[in-house]
């Protein structure tokens, strides 16, 4: 009966060691990932902080030319409706 005991101790040793392993490594795994995600984003930041401002500049003036145009064909449009009264 000894001899089993012992079997089954060797036994479970090793699927105890692999159970701790893959707890471990879990955890583990868990950290690296939150480091990752975290990490990331600190280096992301101020790429797309950059981007947005370059973006920004690069749209400013297309769009003022646009709301120029409408407001002069407004203004024109409201001339000519006061010119045909």
């Known amino acids: 009966m000894a001899a089993a ?21 879990g955890a583990v795994q868990q950290h690296v990932d939150l480091m990752f995600e975290y990490r ?11 981007a947005a401002d370059q973006l920004i500049k690069d749209l400013r003036e297309p769009l003022a030319a646009d709301l120029r145009d409408v407001v002069q064909r407004a203004v024109a449009q409201e001339l000519a409706r006061r010119r045909h009264r």
Do not use: D
Request: net charge negative; charged share 25%.
């Open 5 to 25: 005991a012992g079997l089954s101790e060797a036994g479970a040793a090793p699927l105890e060691a692999e159970q701790l392993e893959e707890s471990v490594l």
């Open 40 to 50: 990331l984003r600190e280096a992301i930041a101020p790429v797309l902080a950059r």
